[in-house]
């Protein structure tokens, strides 16, 4: 399973900025979407995640200004960013977790795969 992340830029504070991930390969099913983040020199830190069953977290700093979408039909994920904020910037990095095919119709053994990351620079 190969994710690909895009979207990402120089954008100024108080803007808007919808990143992308492209998701291909074969899969039983999937558990949950998520998008991370890595602020420089900081650890990776996770932003949005959305589960099959519609469960979406958000991390606080995020909460009311970020939105994480999925499409099943075109199988990619979304994060919409709105009013953004110099602390924002980092390295976005989408994440799928679900089931290769297993035996038969069944599921077979889990993974977890990331993105390449995508640079989002907010400017003050």
């Known amino acids: 399973v190969q994710l690909q992340a895009s979207g990402g830029g120089l954008v100024q504070a108080g803007g808007s900025l919808r990143l992308s991930c492209a998701v291909s390969?074969?899969?039983?099913?999937?558990?949950?979407v998520a998008w991370y983040r890595q602020p420089p020199g900081k650890q990776r830190e996770l932003v949005a995640r959305?589960?099959?069953?519609?469960?979406?977290t958000y991390a606080a700093s995020v909460k009311d200004r970020f939105t994480i979408t999925r499409d099943s039909d075109k199988n990619t994920v979304g994060l919409h960013m709105n009013s953004i904020r110099p602390e924002d910037t980092a390295v976005y990095y989408c994440?799928?977790?679900?089931?290769?095919?297993?035996?038969?119709?069944?599921?077979?053994?889990?993974?977890?795969?990331w993105g390449q990351g995508t640079q989002v620079t907010v400017s003050s």
């Open positions: 994440n799928l977790v679900g089931f290769l095919h297993g035996k038969g119709r069944s599921a077979g053994r889990n993974f977890n795969s």
């Open positions: 390969g074969s899969f039983h099913s999937i558990s949950s």
């Open positions: 959305i589960t099959t069953l519609g469960d979406e």
